[in-house]
């Protein structure tokens, strides 16, 4: 779940764990009750006092066109942001560096909540880690107006909007309206170490099915390499079920369903069960410390997210694979079925629409959307064209990757599967209490299906949806 | 004076304390400013979290008090029963060292310690059969866990306590019991711990509500075992995610109330049965 965009690594607690720390078991009764009371010590009217603009689509706040805007960054998103203070010394900016989101901290969906408590105090421009916000942001919650301001009903011009990869925007799409901008994007490829390939006289596999039969070929001819790991959350499901078209998270309206019978999720499951048999899939961590001493030389292949790069070949505290061994093909597919792939994860910026200089405000997302300097200091792939365009020519000059790097990325970005849902809950969450101390006890994963299925339409159900 | 010296106490008792009591106690009655009556209550109850959550805390409870209160009583015996001083008041400082620590801090520690791949105890763990940090943390494990964290901390300053109320003991008693010939065991069991009622009762009241409100142990590991650790292990947890994770403030005030209500009976029936409040 963390390096979702390339960012760091967050085993750490988080802000508000440690604050919890220090409070040191006072009761969340007095915490919830005295931030309720600083609330409504100060809080008059909750929701912002504005007027309905129809042009925009949303209530605005009364504007003050000179008036400070605040931005919320993590610290790889913190340069991008100075970058705009140089080149833009007439629109005052304060920027707050938070956790970003990070590894299911709830950081930013906390603060809101209080400041929609209190009717006031929200940042202008938020940039989340996650991709699922908008499940959350683009609702009314206690009164309040949605965080999330709609972009595509006349405030941000369609132009721009239509510069974004087909299908980047579709987790910040409800019904129609855009809340948030992606800044990156995660689509799955599958990665492959060319110099094993070649010794073990492999070939890339195009399809799941190659892939399987692959696994049972390296296992009996060279056991101990590995075709990848199911250990992390991320990785079975927004790698392997999303990438096989499974509709096990799905979310229609309001509705959320989700379906292991489907022959797409019982075949994945059949494939991961069977790859955990002969030992080509593994259980460990990506980011553990293990991973690296035992697989750093011993991945033959493994289907990953875009990030994958920087997070893990390419960084030197992980494997730190030599240049000129390492390429991205093409995602995996079912032989015959539709050409698509997984995704994991991608940052959002959003827009507040309490905002007081909703000018500034779009002329910042415009920069750390499409500006060179954008291009520059991306850490991966961009999510808008023409910056993505000049990142893969960067990255393909460099030299490190074998194959068509800037081919693969682009097949893969454009063809991320539309079925996965984005509800307000992370499948992660389940996938980890559930299936992770399953499997680790020796179940296989079919045995767990049924038990992870329900807890996934348990918390659908608390978060207020209908489960089919 | 004494007012002015007090009165510093007293308002931050008011606005932190009292107040938001107060707050809570309407927000679990209300929703959106209307009184709903039960509505909170049931909401929360009908939650296919809340039983769980209350599960884990009575399996770590019964785990723990037990556990603090029979090492706790022990080790002070034989702390107080050591007769050469240095070593005494050494074995006490030791104890009381970690205790010192924060608790989080002392929560991160502890991750080291519970991962096989980096603990410096990592044979003890695979002797057991923890092979990985997963492992390791599975539900079944937590109530030892959190036992083995807490008892840690916590036993320590106990242990100090313990050992000032056994030094209230009169030497008159003590050496009668030694001329009726009782031995050690004897004379902690007749004769030390029953004088010590009081002060064991007060330490399962205190314990009992601190362990209730289990919260930053289960919160951290579950953030360092991404997830492994479910969130809302414990009643406090569910309360969070209540208010921060659903945005229901008053769900989350019913939950804190039913808790102080649990929290409460379990300390009058300590208080009443060890008879905290007798005069001798």
Not at chain 1, 64 to 71: Q, R
Request: aromatic share 12%; charged share 15%; glycine share 10%.
């Amino acid at each position: 779940m963390d390096h979702r965009d390339g960012g760091e690594s967050t085993t750490t607690p988080t802000e508000e764990g440690i604050l919890m720390g220090t409070q040191h078991r006072r009761s969340a009764l007095l915490l919830t009750a005295s931030v309720a009371t600083i609330a409504a010590l100060t809080a008059c009217s909750g929701g912002s006092s504005g007027t309905v603009d129809d042009s925009f689509g949303f209530a605005i706040a009364e504007q003050e066109p000179d008036s400070p805007i605040t931005v919320w960054v993590d610290a790889s998103r913190e340069p991008i942001a100075q970058a705009f203070e140089e080149d833009h010394p007439d629109i005052p900016i304060e920027i707050e560096t938070y956790d970003g989101n990070a590894g299911g901290s709830d950081s930013f969906r906390t603060k809101i909540a209080l400041f929609d408590q209190s009717g006031e105090g929200w940042p202008d421009v938020v940039f989340s880690t996650q991709t699922n916000d908008t499940s959350w942001a683009a609702q009314e919650l206690n009164g309040a107006q949605p965080f999330a301001a709609p972009l595509n009903k006349g405030y941000f011009d369609q132009e721009f909007l239509d510069g974004f990869t087909t299908g980047a925007l579709d987790p910040m799409t409800v019904d129609g309206t855009v809340y948030g901008l992606r800044n990156d994007l995660a689509p799955v490829v599958l990665w492959y170490d060319e110099s094993l390939l070649n010794e073990f006289g492999y070939e890339v596999p195009e399809t799941w099915e190659d892939y399987l039969a692959l696994s049972d070929r390296l296992a009996a001819e060279h056991p101990g390499y590995i075709l990848g790991t199911v250990g992390e959350a991320f990785t079975a499901t927004y790698i392997n079920y999303w990438g096989a078209a499974a509709p096990i998270f799905q979310l229609d309206g309001n509705t959320f369903s989700s379906d292991f019978s489907d022959e797409n999720s019982q075949r994945m499951t059949e494939l991961i069960d069977h790859m955990l048999d002969n030992g080509t899939l593994v259980q460990d961590s990506v980011f553990g410390a293990e991973f690296v001493t035992k697989y750093a030389d011993k991945i033959v292949a493994m289907p990953g997210p875009v990030w994958f790069s920087g997070a893990l070949f390419q960084n030197p505290d992980s494997l730190n694979t030599a240049a000129g061994r390492i390429g991205a093909a093409n995602p995996l597919h079912w032989e015959g079925g539709e050409e698509v792939t997984g995704n994991v994860g991608g940052g959002v910026w959003y827009a507040s629409s309490h905002s007081k200089n909703l000018d500034a405000v779009e002329t910042f997302l415009e920069y750390a959307i499409s500006s060179d300097r954008a291009v520059e200091l991306a850490s991966g792939l961009p999510a808008y064209d023409s910056a993505a365009d000049q990142w893969l020519a960067t990255q393909s000059e460099s030299g490190y990757y074998v194959g068509d790097f800037a081919e693969s990325v682009s097949t893969a970005a454009s063809s991320v599967w539309s079925g996965w849902g984005f509800p307000s809950f992370s499948i992660e969450v389940s996938y980890a209490n559930v299936v992770v101390p399953g499997l680790a006890a020796g179940k296989s994963l079919a045995d767990l299906t049924a038990e992870w299925q329900e807890e996934m339409e348990n918390q659908a159900q608390v978060q207020g949806y209908t489960v089919e | 004076m004494g007012y002015a010296f007090s009165s510093g106490y007293t308002l931050l008792l008011l606005l932190f304390g009292v107040f938001p009591a107060a707050y809570a106690l309407f927000l679990a009655f209300t929703k959106a400013g209307q009184f709903v009556g039960v509505d909170n209550f049931a909401r929360v109850l009908s939650d296919y979290r809340f039983l769980p959550a209350v599960q884990n805390v009575a399996t770590y409870l019964v785990v723990w008090l037990i556990v603090q209160t029979v090492l706790v009583v022990v080790l002070a015996l034989i702390v107080h029963s050591i007769g050469v001083r240095w070593l005494s008041s050494t074995v006490r400082f030791v104890y009381y060292i970690p205790g010192a620590l924060a608790g989080a801090s002392s929560v991160m520690l502890w991750l080291f310690l519970l991962d096989p791949t980096v603990s410096p105890v990592s044979g003890v763990l695979r002797v057991l059969g923890l092979e990985t940090f997963v492992q390791t943390v599975s539900v079944q494990n937590l109530p030892i866990i959190f036992t083995i964290i807490a008892f840690w901390t916590g036993a320590g300053g106990w242990i100090v306590i313990m050992y000032g109320a056994l030094n209230n003991i009169s030497v008159e008693v003590m050496e009668a019991a030694r001329v009726d010939g009782a031995g050690m065991v004897k004379t902690a069991w007749h004769i030390q711990i029953p004088m010590m009622r009081k002060w064991i009762t007060y330490m399962a009241i205190m314990n009992l509500a601190a362990g209730t409100q289990l919260f930053v142990e289960p919160r951290i590991l579950s953030q360092a075992s991404k997830g492994v650790v479910p969130p809302d292990y414990s009643l406090n947890q569910l309360a969070y995610l209540y208010a921060f994770r659903q945005g229901d403030f008053n769900g989350s005030a019913a939950i804190s109330l039913l808790l102080l209500v649990v929290a409460l009976g379990l300390a009058a029936f300590f208080v009443l049965r060890g008879g905290l409040f007798e005069r001798d």
